[in-house]
T-cell receptor, first 114, second 112 residues
Framework: KQEVTQIPAALSVPEGENLVLNCSFT??????LQWFRQDPGKGLTSLLL?????REQTSGRLNASLDKSSGRSTLYIAASQPGDSATYLC?????????????FGKGITLSVRP | GAGVSQSPSNKVTEKGKDVELRCDPISGHTALYWYRQSLGQGLEFLIY????????KSGLPSDRFSAERTGGSVSTLTIQRTQQEDSAVYLCASSFHHNEQFFGPGTRLTVL
């Protein structure tokens, strides 16, 4: 059974700092990995999708990397801003079968202090 | 374009009542998913629809939960005889085949 872990559960950093959020998964047989952002009381916003054949994806100040063999992904946020404060979740889709249901980590709650 | 929409945004019900939650996926998306987010449990998969294939119901927690997807578009999640442990945020997502999933804003269900 796939398990996704995100540690630490919470992180507080000063504005302007570059930071890395970690995600690990136990089964490397994934189809893709997705990073989401969730603001309090809101739904999930997709940030980046990495296919299993890719090593990284970039969008603005965000860069996500994938090392499938070691079961790890990182989300790099450059020059963090208070508006980046939110919960960040990673999720994986299994490679096998027709079901592309996501298995989620419990998320990292990020607070960026002005 | 329009994203995934869900209704109602909030639902308060009494224990034992039935509730229906609605999801309108992004037009043209072939796959539709229901997830549940509750304190301490994180986000968990409930059910998945892909085209005309039989749905994957493996995540439904009990037979009180059921879902339909009519005409390959709108989906309804029904919870019968609600219990307090059903209180959670129910999230719907859609995707084009196995690609990026886009989520709706969720329905917050509170069972008193």
């Amino acid at each position: 059974k796939q398990e996704v872990t995100q540690i630490p559960a919470a992180l507080s950093v000063p504005e302007g700092e570059n930071l890395v959020l970690n995600c690990s998964f136990t089964d490397s047989a994934i189809y893709n990995l997705q990073w989401f952002r969730q603001d309090p009381g809101k739904g999930l916003t997709s940030l980046l999708l990495i296919q299993s054949s890719q090593r990284e994806q970039t969008s603005g100040r965000l860069n996500a990397s994938l090392d499938k063999s070691s079961g790890r992904s990182t989300l790099y946020i450059a020059a963090s801003q208070p508006g980046d404060s939110a919960t960040y979740l990673c999720a994986v889709t299994p490679r096998s079968g027709a079901n592309s249901k996501l298995t989620f980590g419990k998320g990292i709650t990020l607070s960026v202090r002005p | 374009g329009a994203g995934v929409s869900q209704s109602p945004s909030n639902k308060v019900t009494e224990k034992g009542k039935d509730v229906e939650l609605r999801c309108d996926p992004i037009s043209g998306h072939t796959a539709l998913y229901w997830y549940r987010q509750s304190l301490g449990q994180g986000l968990e998969f409930l059910i998945y629809f892909q085209g005309n294939s039989a749905p994957d119901k493996s995540g439904l927690p009990s037979d009180r939960f059921s879902a339909e997807r009519t005409g390959g578009s709108v989906s309804t999640l029904t919870i019968q005889r609600t219990q307090q442990e059903d209180s959670a945020v129910y999230l719907c997502a859609s995707s084009f085949h196995h690609n990026e999933q886009f989520f709706g804003p969720g329905t917050r269900l509170t069972v008193l």
